[in-house]
């Protein structure tokens, strides 16, 4: 039974949160480097 | 016997117990030099109550002693733990402890020669500050004795291949390999500065030393420091994380691929630490910047590989949603108490990982160059992800090697995240902090923040404040880590020791993926050389062509050269 259960996730998993958590992971990153960017042109 | 044990020798199992017992004593002798330094720089000390002595000093033994004697220690004994374990043989017990003995001695002898105030040279030893000899020549050991760990895994590797034709190398083994393949590569540069350039200067051999090309030694081996710091940890986050979740490795290939660009891209990048130095053309410190976003690669399929690990964790849990999985992991289990450390160490990455990307953005780094930003970004990589994932491997590595069962859980399963808190804190107020101007290395409670002198800047105080409360907060994190390890050390054993059987929570893998082509070292160290020899090779020849002439040696607390 456990092991039925295991494999039918195995065959249908799809990291579709990992997916998003990378593309969350991207959109902070590039707030923050624009953040300093920003920073970098106030200072002329 | 299953596959997931083994057993050690009893000289292999006193072997990695001695190797972590006696730098968590430095650890903690370097930790406590980390408290005094936020003192220090609020102005609330002006000489060390305990140890004795002045910022500096305490400064250098802070980062030698976390930063390369702790890390080193344990990359060799994890090495010499899982190494054996995955390939079911055992080490050479006579060669693994001459090199501990080696590494032991040369680090005892270069706290010592700090802590009595003759190596005040920070953890970076740029000439021209000067130490005592005995420094380098510690240094040196404690190098040398980590190649002969190292070398001593190579005769075992090679008689499992022979045994084991056709069959992929365990990723552990893939992964300790990667981290000695960069230590070995990088050392090289730092074993010519040192025996060549900084030991004859100090013994007084010769009268100066070229400073420029000192530094670039040193970021030759400084940079890819930080992957022989990482990889360790990289190797639990692949090989235990998804199995203390509860799941499995998403992808074996990912793994395999992520340490085969890590040998690839760690050395080629040291002169993105060199953006404002004279003598190097522009165009080779972009290079170097082009490369270090290369090598940031491996951490992003990182990211992406041990979250879809996670979240196959959290589906066989039952969560729902994008996002459900992160609430099914085991957070706060005290059982489990080493998952805490590998998460926690994961979440800290988030913000170093971008803080790097921001360091090696070439004009970027004109923002944040020599402020406080930068410790404020690498305690979030070295003392975050780094320091968390090789504390709870010290843990579980003496609980397993000492056939104990280990003590205190709840508190070592809360130290991290206590530890966590007061990181975030800390690293913020730096952050912030340097982006306002705060100076790093400089003592600040001295100048700027000290009310009475002309340098005092008040709208940096609160910034200030944070680092001392985070700081302080990241202490009692680990006097909570150390007393449950101590306690474990000093435990009664489960049973008789030859009896003890050593298991890791290695985690099977979701996908299994042949990955021929990642399976020799050969060809990436190959290309990894020629990158060596394309980037640094004008980097060294515009250091030599400089004309810059020598330095005499100095001390941290005169302008007048010692002689």
């Given at each position: 039974m456990g092991d039925d259960q295991s494999n039918s996730e195995l065959e249908e998993f799809k990291p579709k949160g990992a997916?998003?958590?990378?593309?969350?992971?991207?959109?902070?990153?590039?707030?923050?480097?624009?953040t300093l960017y920003f920073e970098l042109l106030?200072?002329? | 016997m299953s596959d997931y044990t083994f057993r050690f020798s009893k000289s292999e199992k006193r072997l990695v117990a001695v190797l972590i017992i006696i730098p968590m004593v430095l650890l903690f002798i370097g930790v406590y030099g980390g408290l005094m330094q936020t003192l220090f720089r609020a102005g609330i000390i002006q000489s060390d109550p305990f140890v004795g002595g002045d910022y500096y000093k305490g400064l250098t033994f802070h980062g030698v002693l976390n930063a390369i004697v702790f890390t080193t220690f344990f990359a060799v004994a994890f090495g010499n733990a899982i190494i054996p374990y995955s390939l079911k043989k055992n080490l050479n017990a006579t060669i693994a402890w001459i090199a501990g003995i080696l590494m032991l001695v040369?680090?005892?002898?270069a706290a010592i020669v700090i802590l009595i105030g003759e190596a005040t040279v920070l953890y970076t030893f740029y000439p021209p500050l000067k130490a005592h000899p005995l420094f380098y020549i510690g240094l040196t050991l404690l190098v040398v004795g980590s190649w002969v760990a190292s070398a001593n895994w190579v005769p075992m590797y090679l008689q499992w291949r022979k045994e084991n034709e056709g069959k992929k190398t365990p990723l552990a083994v893939v992964g300790m390999f990667t981290t000695f393949i960069v230590w070995f590569i990088a050392t090289l540069a730092v074993a010519v500065e040192i025996l060549f350039m900084l030991l004859p200067w100090s013994l007084g051999w010769i009268d100066e030393i070229n400073v420029m090309l000192a530094r670039t030694l040193f970021w030759f081996f400084g940079h890819p420091l930080v992957y022989f710091w990482l990889l360790p940890a990289y190797v639990m986050y692949y090989v235990f994380m998804p199995k203390l979740a509860g799941g499995k490795l998403y992808s074996d290939m990912a793994g395999r691929l992520v340490f085969m660009m890590f040998i690839v891209f760690s050395v080629p990048v040291g002169t993105h630490h060199q953006y404002m130095d004279p003598a190097i053309s522009s165009q080779w410190k972009l290079l170097h910047g082009i490369f270090t976003f290369a090598v940031a690669l491996p951490s992003l399929i990182t990211a992406f590989t041990i979250a879809a690990s996670l979240e196959y964790a959290g589906k066989l849990k039952g969560s729902k949603g994008l996002f459900g999985w992160m609430g099914k992991l085991p957070y706060f289990k005290k059982e489990n108490w080493f998952f805490a450390y590998l998460i926690t160490g994961l979440i800290i990455f988030i913000f170093g990982g971008i803080g790097g990307i921001i360091n090696a953005s070439y004009q970027m780094n004109t923002v944040v160059h020599n402020t406080a930003w930068v410790p404020g970004h690498f305690h979030l990589t070295v003392a975050g992800p780094v320091m968390l994932a090789f504390l709870g491997g010290s843990l579980y590595l003496v609980a397993q090697f000492l056939n104990k069962e280990v003590r205190l859980k709840a508190w070592a399963m809360l130290s991290p995240y206590v530890y966590t808190i007061g990181l975030l804190i800390m690293s913020y107020g730096l952050k912030i902090g340097g982006l306002m101007g705060m100076p790093r290395r400089t003592n600040t409670g001295a100048s700027y923040?000290?009310?009475?002198?002309?340098?005092y800047q008040a709208d940096w105080i609160p910034y200030i404040d944070l680092t001392v409360i985070g700081g302080s907060i990241m202490f009692v994190g680990i006097v909570m880590y150390i007393i449950s390890f101590f306690t474990t050390v000093f435990s009664k054993s489960k049973g008789a020791e030859e009896d003890a059987i050593v298991t890791f929570p290695i985690s099977e893998p979701l996908?299994?993926?042949?990955?021929t082509w990642l399976r020799n070292f050969k060809p990436y160290i190959i290309i990894a050389i020629i990158l060596i020899v394309l980037s640094y090779t004008p980097v060294i020849y515009d250091v030599l062509q400089a004309t810059y002439g020598g330095s005499l040696p100095f001390s941290p607390d005169s302008p007048v050269p010692l002689r």
């Open positions: 997916i998003a958590f990378f593309i969350v992971l991207m959109v902070f990153f590039t707030i923050v480097w624009f106030s200072r002329g | 040369g680090s005892v002898v923040a000290n009310p009475d002198s002309v340098l996908h299994d993926e042949p990955a």
